[in-house]
């Protein structure tokens, strides 16, 4: 990382798999460069505090929310996105277990909701009810109220398991 | 009835499921338009105050701000509202809230427009500002709009109270207020829009009716209405926010002034403070019931504070008063509600209309009589219950689907278990439990107006079809119910149907996504439209296979013999012999349900061609230490008429039991104070019950497939069921929504059961 002549910083990130180096302002937000200076709009705005989890990313394999961590910070750190991890076979099916369990509706909380659960799954594959509510306590939804998500996340880490209407 | 469906009833995957799961669907914010101005809003920061002068020199002279404008540079109306209009674009002489629309900035960047924004200087005048709906019906009550302070009222008079409360063994008479609350869809408005070739302004913008966008926008601009044209982006939610025109005027004053494209999109915080929120409803109801239970006269009277302008008010104090009794029969009736303008931030459309804080009066009513007469409960609204044959409050008799006692016997089970094993169950000391019902009805469309809706499907050459409607899909699943549709009607595979929807520069206006009237009204549009395309189907069949038209169906792709599946012709061959004879295979379908307006003295008529029913059971448990409400299950009972898709209901369910818990218990929006998710709170996952959805299928003759439709409903029983919860649970009925930890104690101690 390092300053340049018009006060931006030089930073290196992979991004999807990919080296990419930009010059960004010290305090633009993550969010702000992956939606508008690297173009990538899977990647949601709900809140900008922290509040909603739409704008949730990995950062070296961990769930954050973009817009509480400033771009610099991502310096030499392994980031994913949406748009990266539609490519990852186990991604894909936790997308398929989402799906067949109609766990979207408006689809505007689905790709952070899916990468808080998918965080979880790469630490833990086989996580109880409990692992995985925490997981997404900071993921809002206003449609679905959580059930059908929370079944699709059972029919990702058990393809048998049947419709549950319990929470924890 | 015992059809089988191919697709009907069946829950197939969602359309453009999969993308909204890749993250593929553009929201308007991300919309990237070339060399596209960036919008903000300068807002009042007072809740009413005359304008003395807006002085924007010094903000127009910064750099990369290009222009800034204010009332004086609306062409055409600047006054915008559904049903009555009474909400400028851009604030003429007076602020009337907190977040009006004061002045509107275009520049090149954000960083400009937010500089502009600081920069520009508003001469206020305060003037007396009034927040308490019955004070400013007072005579010394500032006048808010020059007509008055009173929006509406609406009566409904019907047989007579005096002779009703003579024959009550029982009347019981109680004040419930409920409070303002966020529609908090995870989208925050945007936009963004550019002028064509041809000159018409294209706007992309998150909204919930796009043919209504188009004519308050061409209004407010003085446009024929060819001239703008509304395209509704992927839309993260709306609740009955987005049916108010939020950003698409904005983009459409500035398209018009600079002809470069501009976008806007609010903040989380703008959000919160410039859009509509649900009606907080003050509602004073006295209710009689006989010795047997049953209900003999109520009287009801129902403030709506509307805020600063209209929007959607006038049908909200409309449907509360229609909703205001619940699912029950009764003959002497006095129900009074008005709608009042305060400085309030406005009030429009949310999920339920005015009927969710009528069923929390109504729903504590019924267990406050069941109370008193000794009666369980379930019994009570057993006696009441509306059928087949009875007659509402408005005088109109329902003939067919009225589903209510099954959904109350559906949850009898669940609630005779819960009474006779949970409730009595060894639970630690501090932990108190409550059990609750909460009943509903909700009448689906528009209130005793006109709300039609039209489609077209088409089939090319190939025999592909495609759907083209003006429904605007939020989420909820509508797209994917109206092709199911279609696919039923026609026998097609429905992957393969095209769909063009919400454009309304393709598509014909399906009306507004509110009312829970798409899947019904909508539905029938799209059924009407197919089965007029199945007529030509058929009669060009008949021809080539030389049968009657009346003797055959489409099935798998085919036209076929009804009595001979052997013998058919597939929809391919067919459409390229259209072709060839130069014939258009197109269906234009149209539907208006049946209605009679109310009567304006006594609020009689036919208001909706037919009404959904719920009943909801929630259990829940206290901590008498601390306050704290767990909602441990709630069984929700709905009767939809039919399940055109089962997933989709329960996920409406689902959802409709999240919004209404947050309702019950811990949502109120306070003007200045809550002002994004920071401070207000909405639903996690881990404030989520058990849901068990319970799906009642009590067919609506006059629906598509017997469909009518659940958006609202599953929202409206969740808060009485769980106030009545926690009237058993603590011994004291709290009355003023939402039911948060300060009210739960000071019911408590009420009760003596905290500090003892
Ligand atoms: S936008 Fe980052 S948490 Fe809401
Ligand atoms: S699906 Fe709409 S917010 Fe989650």
Not at chain 1, 47 to 60: M, W
Not at chain 2, 269 to 292: C, N, Q, W, Y
Request: glycine share 10%; aromatic share 6%; proline share 5%.
């Amino acid at each position: 990382m390092q300053g340049n002549e018009q006060g931006l910083v030089d930073i290196s990130i992979t991004l999807n798999g990919r080296e990419q180096k930009v010059a960004v302002p010290a305090d633009m937000s993550a969010l702000k460069l992956i939606r508008e200076v690297l173009g990538l709009k899977g990647t949601k705005e709900g809140c900008s505090i922290g509040e909603c989890g739409a704008c949730t990313i990995l950062v070296d394999r961990q769930a954050v929310n973009a817009c509480l961590v400033f771009a610099p910070q991502l310096d030499g750190k392994d980031v994913q996105t949406i748009e990266g991890l539609n490519r990852e076979p186990r991604f894909q099916a936790l997308q398929q277990a989402f799906l067949d369990r109609h766990a979207v509706q408006c689809g505007f909380c689905t790709p952070g909701l899916l990468i808080s659960v998918y965080a979880l799954l790469l630490e833990e594959p086989c996580p109880d009810r409990d692992e995985v509510i925490r997981s997404i306590a900071g993921n809002l939804c206003r449609c679905t109220g959580y059930h059908q998500i929370l079944s699709g996340v059972d029919r990702a880490i058990n393809p048998d398991a049947e419709w549950r209407p319990d929470v924890g | 009835m015992n059809l089988v469906y191919q697709t009907v009833g069946q829950s197939i995957d969602k359309k453009d499921g999969r993308q909204r799961l890749r993250g593929e669907p553009l929201f308007s914010a991300d919309l990237e338009l070339e060399n596209a101005l960036v919008l903000k809003v300068l807002r009042s920061s007072k809740a009413h105050a005359e304008i003395e002068s807006i002085d924007s020199d010094a903000a127009s002279a910064l750099p990369g701000v290009v222009q800034i404008f204010t009332a004086r540079d609306i062409p055409g109306r600047n006054l915008m509202g559904i049903i009555n209009k009474d909400q400028p674009l851009l604030v003429v002489d007076k602020v009337r809230s907190l977040g009006d629309a004061v002045a509107l900035v275009a520049a090149e960047s954000e960083t400009a427009a937010n500089a502009a924004l600081q920069a520009i200087r508003v001469d206020y005048r305060d003037l007396p500002a009034v927040f308490d709906p019955q004070q400013a019906l007072t005579e010394e009550a500032p006048l808010i709009h020059a007509e008055g302070n009173l929006l509406c009222r609406r009566d409904i008079i019907r047989g007579d109270i005096h002779a009703g409360f003579a024959a009550a063994a029982v009347i019981v008479e109680q004040t419930y207020q409920t409070s303002f609350v966020e529609h908090a869809f995870l989208e925050p408005d945007a936009g963004a829009g550019y002028v064509d070739s041809d000159g018409v302004l294209v706007i992309h913008a998150s909204t919930q009716n796009p043919h209504y966008d188009r004519s308050e926008v061409s209004g407010v601009l003085r446009l024929p209405k060819e001239r703008v044209r509304i395209i509704q982006a992927a839309t993260g939610g709306g609740f009955g926010s987005k049916l108010d025109v939020n950003c698409q005027g904005f983009i459409g004053l500035a398209l018009y002034h600079l002809q470069r494209p501009v976008r806007l999109v609010y903040t989380r915080e703008e959000s919160f403070l410039a859009t509509a929120k649900r009606h907080p409803l003050t509602i004073t109801m006295k209710s009689g019931v006989d010795s047997t239970g049953k209900l003999t006269a109520a009287k009801v009277r129902i403030l709506c504070d509307t805020g600063a302008y209209g929007s959607y008010g006038i049908a909200v104090v409309s449907r509360a008063a229609v909703h205001a009794l619940g699912p029950y029969a009764l003959d002497n009736v006095a129900i009074e509600s008005l709608g009042v303008y305060t400085n309030n931030p406005y009030c429009g459309a949310m999920r339920g209309f005015g009927a969710p804080q009528a069923a929390f009066a109504s729903e504590s009513q019924m267990d406050l009589l069941a109370a008193e007469l000794g009666m369980d409960p379930l019994k009570i609204r057993k006696i009441n219950a509306l059928r087949p044959g009875s007659v509402t409050v408005t005088g109109q008799k329902l003939e067919a689907s009225v589903g209510y006692l099954e959904c109350l016997e559906a949850i009898e089970p669940y609630y005779q278990a819960a009474k006779a094993e949970w409730l009595p169950a060894q639970v630690p000391e501090y932990r108190r439990r409550g059990i609750g019902l909460g009943g509903m009805f909700y009448g689906i469309g528009n209130t005793g107006t006109k709300n039609p809706s039209t489609a077209r499907v088409v089939m090319d050459q190939t025999g592909q079809a495609t759907l083209y409607t003006g429904c605007a899909d939020i989420g909820q699943g509508s797209s994917t119910v109206l092709i199911q549709i279609l696919a039923e009607t026609l026998g097609l595979e429905y992957e393969n149907i095209q769909m063009v929807a919400a454009d309304t520069g393709r598509t014909t206006s399906a009306g507004a996504t509110s009312a829970s009237r798409q899947t019904y009204i909508s539905g029938n549009a799209v059924l009407d439209a197919s089965k007029k395309l199945a007529a030509i189907l058929c009669s060009l069949g008949a021809r080539q296979l030389k049968t009657a038209a009346s003797d055959l169906v489409l099935r798998k792709g085919q036209v076929q013999d009804r009595r001979d599946p052997s013998r058919g012709i597939s929809l391919a061959e067919l459409a390229a012999l259209a072709r060839k004879q130069g014939i258009e295979l197109f269906g234009e379908g149209r539907f208006d349900p049946v209605t009679t307006s109310l009567d304006p003295e006594t609020g009689q008529g036919d208001p909706y061609a037919t009404y959904a029913f719920a009943c909801q059971l929630a259990l829940l448990s206290v901590d008498v230490l601390t306050g704290e409400v767990r909602v441990d299950k709630v069984v929700a009972a709905h009767d939809v008429g039919r399940a055109v898709h089962p997933e989709n209901v329960k996920g409406q369910i689902c959802g409709g039991v999240a919004m209404g818990l947050g309702f019950a218990l811990m949502e109120a929006f306070e003007p200045g104070k809550t002002e994004s998710l920071k401070d207000y709170h909405i639903p996690t996952c881990s404030d989520m019950p058990e849901v068990i959805p319970l799906i009642v299928e009590s067919e609506e003759p006059s629906g598509p497939y017997g469909a009518k439709g659940v958006g609202e409903p599953a929202l409206i029983p969740t808060a009485p069921a769980i106030a009545n919860g926690l009237a058993l649970a603590l011994g004291e009925r709290i009355t003023t929504l939402p039911a948060n930890l300060e009210r739960v104690l000071e019911a408590g101690l009420k009760a003596g059961l905290f500090g003892a």
